[in-house]
């Protein structure tokens, strides 16, 4: 079993940067994907960013040149480094990850807010 647990986010003006967090730990295979996605209310989940074990890197359109996702395999972390936000960026944003055989895992979720 694998426990993801995430921080990071909070309320943010318009323009400002947070950086989230994800950190995996228990029974830990070696990870292949490890993703960002995000749900506001009334929408579905949808990616924000993936990276794979093999250097490969997914951003959703309205995040390019603005999110950063960032992976230390040592410590089993993804990060999400995000600026110049925008009040559309609010959501709660979820952490995934997907080990070789399949399994994959949920964080908790946390809160980005965007509001002046």
């Known amino acids: 079993q694998v426990q993801l647990v995430e921080s990071g986010g909070g309320l943010v003006q318009p323009g400002g940067s947070l950086r989230l967090s994800c950190a995996a730990s228990?029974?830990?295979?070696?990870?292949?994907?490890m993703a960002w996605y995000r749900q506001a209310p009334g929408k579905e989940r949808e990616l924000v960013a993936r990276?794979?074990?093999?250097?490969?890197?997914t951003y959703e359109d309205s995040v390019k040149g603005r999110f950063t996702i960032a992976r230390d395999n040592a410590k089993n972390t993804v990060y999400l480094q995000m600026t110049n936000l925008k009040p559309e960026d609010t959501a709660v944003y979820y952490c995934?990850?997907?080990?070789?055989?399949?399994?994959?895992?949920w964080g908790q979720g946390t809160q980005v807010t965007v509001s002046s």
């Open positions: 990276a794979t074990s093999g250097g490969s890197i």
């Open positions: 995934y990850t997907e080990s070789y055989s399949f399994q994959y895992y």
């Open positions: 228990g029974t830990i295979s070696r990870l292949n994907i």
